[in-house]
């Protein structure tokens, strides 16, 4: 469950992160990982603009592709308006090894 997506939601927005495949690519210093048949799918909570209280509505948001992601980079994965407000909702992903220090902001 998440929470704290869009102003006043009572209700928790949930999600489901998925991948067909990974693989993981070496490279000279840094390798990178791919992901095949990656999906996000996220039923979203929110509240009209301009109310601050009423029935939850709910928006479902999916993004779906195949994916090569740097070792400590970050990739925007996609980005999607939220409800009826001028916010968006961006996933980004970063790729960490286990066991390495996380990388700098």
């Known amino acids: ?8 939601a009572t209700q928790p927005s949930t999600y489901e992160l998925t991948h067909r495949m990974a693989r993981y690519e070496p490279g000279a210093k840094l ?3 791919t ?4 999906q996000f799918k996220m039923k979203l909570a929110y509240l009209p603009a301009g109310q601050t ?3 939850t509505q709910w928006q479902d948001v999916t993004f779906q592709t195949d ?18 407000e001028d916010k968006s909702l961006v996933l980004v992903l970063q790729v ?10």
Do not use: H
Not at 68 to 84: A, F, H, L, M, R
Not at 99 to 104: N, T, V
């Open 67 to 84: 994916l090569n992601i740097p070792e400590g980079q970050s990739v925007v994965v996609g980005k999607s308006k939220i409800g009826t």
């Open 31 to 33: 390798g990178s990982v």
């Open 53 to 55: 209280a009423g029935p």
């Open 35 to 38: 992901l095949y048949g990656f």
């Open 96 to 105: 960490r090894m286990a066991g390495q220090p996380a990388a700098a902001p």
């Open 1 to 8: 469950n998440v929470s704290g997506l869009s102003d006043g």
